[in-house]
């Protein structure tokens, strides 16, 4: 350690250094944690990280600002309780680089914006608020006061609140969260499109539906006691390493797991675990006992499959049909005439091989149901996953203890913000009390979404654009269509940690602020703040940082939030009402009107300090109560959708690497896949690369094929890797170009970025 130094920003890179290796069998363990803490070392040095790190996920300490995925009790917790991707975004938030004013003087706009993302995320931490006005190609320092002054006359000078979007990345904590919401309503919009609308927005619709609640019914310890844990979608290993754990002490105790992936994801396939001995030497621990490689967007078809078994084999949980549901009947009724030669199309799976799985659910006396962006991010998502409930019902696996539906999260407080009111389509009755709490009329009609926000930017029905952290123009679909939305707007505004594309895609004005990050020491107001959370298993806890901020000019976005309220809002108005001074001096006031508008948040302020802090209440999973109209959960039909392709084209799933947090690029390797040094790759079964006439190493065009629109990403390398015949994979950000706005999933406006119909294309150039 004592030779590494802060290095200076690696400068762009080349993907002619692509190195194409075999797949590891087995994951993390001692290496993973060495790559992790090498970079953190280089990002920090080596007391920062030592600091940052000891206080990672402890009860005293903050959140991981990376995944959702809970924590144990405190009493479980190691001292080192983190996962070397969480190391990773520590150091990427905790870097002693910085971007000042004279970086912003050296580099023009249009020159930042030739960088790659890579690139722009490793020039540092942004220390002070600058500003891009109309016809400038620099940005240049502004004072915080006159930046909330120009915020605030963009904003009453529109004709209707509703021309004004406020997007949420999924990191905001609950009171900068509850009180963003509070300034957005009592503006007057709806307008609060968020990372989740990209993420598990089919979830929550299909959960609510369902079981009558948006969330998961399973905590930690249901999984570390279930008997049979599904893992549909989702790659742990990479996107939620501390997962392993809790897998590995289920195996321990005798569960057996099934993976369903087109891809056999390493992590899911061995694991050694570095918190164990046994991990560090020995081979480590076999996870999944069977793993159906399903065709990309099969899962309906699978699930409707599993249950038609489980119904032909009686293998039902008659007493909790009864007692909890409604519309078992025309469920079955449907499965009775399932068309098992569509099923085998749209899997790409044998009968012996469903059979499989269905026996594990069949022998399994409780089971964890898990999925991720495999299943949210189709076009029948939303069925699929009611497909899920489904099975959940029928086995009586929901409000039992080992048990439950465990849709796992991505961004650490996506939960929490939606908790706090992010929501484009809030329920009445969260919006009747704040009504009650703060005395104005909020909007009662529906906002935008985030793909109807692109849509009204694209054509001028909105014209400002906020977003409380995230990189809404990479993370978006169909990037050029979002590029000129974005450019569309009259300003843009980012409260931002790092430089990243949407800063340099700017509206006529642009502002970035920059704010305190999660590992950072929040003094707003002189005293020592902390903020709360909710993690991907419903419990609230609280953060609180231990590092010197990258700048004194730094403010938490409580403050960001409170402060252009206060410049917003005239004397007089219902917003100048609410006291945004005493907020920003105590985010306890916040806290406390969270306990009084937020269900199941009573005593918040007193209940968040317990030690691990406090779980949300979920009727169904508490008492087997389903909030639903009918009172019950439901049974649903869905039509079995298949997604199909023409002839010589491929389905395209757009994936993370080993080495990102999404559009934040750490690294250039994704050594679970074998793959070094370069991201522009697509990932195609080598005997589909034969038949399509291509070759391993290929330089490809991707040309998306929707609706009659064609949509070309250029200069991709082509891996052969194995999969199911007629899919493809490539890394997103970079492939989200291809992914058109208006290819949503049905009933959630999810974009379908796990799947998109593309041919490959002999590249004329390189990539541009
Ligand atoms: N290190 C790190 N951690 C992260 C993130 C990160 O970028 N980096 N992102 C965070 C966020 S916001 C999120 S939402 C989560 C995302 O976590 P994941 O959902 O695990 O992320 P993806 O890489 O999109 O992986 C999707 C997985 O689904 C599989 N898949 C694709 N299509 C299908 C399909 O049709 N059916 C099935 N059964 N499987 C399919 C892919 O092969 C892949 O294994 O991770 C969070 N954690
Ligand atoms: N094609 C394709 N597109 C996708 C996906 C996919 O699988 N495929 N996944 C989707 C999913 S699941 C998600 S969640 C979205 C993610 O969408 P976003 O949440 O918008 O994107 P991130 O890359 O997480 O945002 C990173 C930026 O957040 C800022 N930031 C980091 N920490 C903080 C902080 O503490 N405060 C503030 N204010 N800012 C901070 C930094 O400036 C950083 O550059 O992307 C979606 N887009
Ligand atoms: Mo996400």
């Not at 001028?460 to 123009?473: P, Q």
């Amino acid at each position: 350690m004592g030779l590494l130094r802060r290095g200076a920003p690696r400068t762009e890179y080349d993907e002619s250094d692509l190195e194409v290796g075999s797949v590891p069998d087995a994951v993390a363990g001692p290496h993973a944690v060495a790559v992790a803490l090498k970079r953190a070392a280089e990002q920090m040095g080596v007391v920062r990280s030592a600091r940052s790190l000891l206080k990672l996920n402890q009860p005293d300490g903050y959140d991981c600002p990376g995944c959702a995925w809970a924590d144990p009790d405190p009493e479980h917790r190691h001292t080192a309780e983190f996962c070397e991707n969480g190391v990773k975004a520590v150091a990427e938030e905790a870097t002693a680089r910085r971007v000042d004013r004279d970086f912003f003087a050296a580099h023009p706009v249009a020159e930042l914006a030739g960088h790659s993302d890579f690139w722009l995320g490793q020039q540092g931490r942004i220390t002070e608020p600058v500003v891009l006005r109309p016809g400038d190609t620099h940005y240049r320092p502004i004072g915080w006061d006159e930046a909330f002054a120009l915020v605030a006359e963009h904003l009453r000078g529109l004709a209707s609140p509703d021309e004004a979007v406020f997007y949420t990345s999924g990191r905001t904590s609950n009171e900068a969260a509850f009180a963003y919401q509070l300034l957005v309503r009592a503006y007057g919009t709806n307008n609060l499109p968020d990372c989740s609308n990209m993420c598990h927005e089919s979830t929550s619709v299909a959960l609510q539906e369902t079981i009558g609640a948006g969330t998961g019914s399973v905590s930690l310890d249901d999984v570390e006691s279930a008997d049979v844990i599904v893992v549909a979608g989702q790659n742990p290993g990479t996107n939620h390493p501390r997962m392993l754990s809790a897998l590995e002490a289920a195996k321990d105790r005798g569960a057996r797991i099934l993976a369903i992936n087109p891809l056999r994801e390493a992590g899911l396939t061995r694991f050694k675990n570095p918190q164990r001995p046994r991990g560090v030497v020995g081979p480590g621990t076999e996870l999944a006992d069977l793993h159906l490689p399903v065709k990309v967007g099969g899962d309906l078809a699978l699930f409707q499959a599993f249950g038609a078994l489980l119904l032909e084999w009686g293998a039902v949980d008659e007493a909790f049909i009864e007692a909890h549901t409604t519309g078992f009947a025309s469920y079955a009724e449907g499965l009775r005439s399932l068309d098992w030669p569509t099923v085998h199309d749209a899997t790409g799976l044998t009968r012996d091989q469903i059979e499989a799985g269905a026996r594990l659910l069949e022998g399994s006396s409780a089971t964890v149901w898990c999925w991720a962006m495999g299943i949210t991010q189709h076009r029948h998502a939303v069925a699929t996953i009611k497909e899920i409930a489904n099975l959940a019902l029928l086995r009586g696996d929901i409000g039992k203890p080992g048990a439950g539906l465990c849709p796992v999260r991505g961004h650490s407080n996506v939960q929490g913000d939606r908790t706090m009111g992010i929501w484009d389509a809030p329920p009445p009755a969260f919006l009747d009390a704040l009504e009650a709490e703060f005395g104005f009329s909020p909007p009662r009609h529906d906002g935008f979404d985030t793909v109807e926000s692109i849509r009204a930017l694209r054509d001028g029905r909105a014209k400002v654009f906020v977003a409380m952290g995230g990189n809404f123009v990479k993370a978006a679909p169909d990037t050029h269509v979002t590029e000129q939305a974005m450019r569309n707007a009259d300003l843009t505004v980012q409260a931002s940690t790092k430089l990243n594309r949407s800063h340099v895609v700017p509206g006529r004005t642009a502002l970035i602020l920059p704010v305190l990050g999660r590992s950072e020491r929040d003094r707003t107001g002189g005293r020592e703040q902390r903020v709360t959370v909710e993690d991907s298993m419903s419990a609230v806890h609280t953060s609180r940082g231990p590092l010197t901020p990258a700048s004194p000019h730094l403010r938490s976005e409580v403050d960001v939030v409170c402060s252009l309220a206060e410049a917003l809002f005239e004397p007089g108005s219902p917003g100048a009402a609410i006291p945004w001074a005493d907020f920003r001096a105590d985010y306890g006031a916040v806290r406390r009107r969270i306990a009084r508008v937020v269900p199941g948040c009573t005593d918040y302020d007193l209940r968040v300090d317990q030690p691990g802090g406090f779980v949300m209440p979920h009727p169904p999973r508490d008492s087997r109560t389903f909030p639903t109209p009918e009172q019950k959960a439901v049974f649903t039909t869905s039509p079995l959708q298949v997604l199909s392709v023409p002839e010589g084209r491929l389905l395209l799933q757009t994936l993370r690497s080993h080495d990102q947090f999404n559009t934040t690029i750490y690294g250039l390797d994704d050594r679970y896949r074998g793959v070094k040094g370069g991201r522009r790759v697509v990932f195609v079964h080598p005997e589909d690369l034969a038949a399509l006439g291509h070759a391993e190493g290929d330089l490809v065009d991707l040309v998306s094929e929707w609706d009659e629109e064609e949509r070309r990403a250029r200069g991709f390398r082509v891996v052969g890797y194995d999969q199911p015949r007629g899919c493809a994979a490539a890394y997103y950000p970079e492939a989200n170009e291809l992914v058109p706005l208006d290819s949503t999933a049905e009933g959630s406006q999810c974009p379908t970025s796990k799947g998109v119909v593309v041919r490959l294309e002999a590249a004329a150039s390189p990539a541009d």
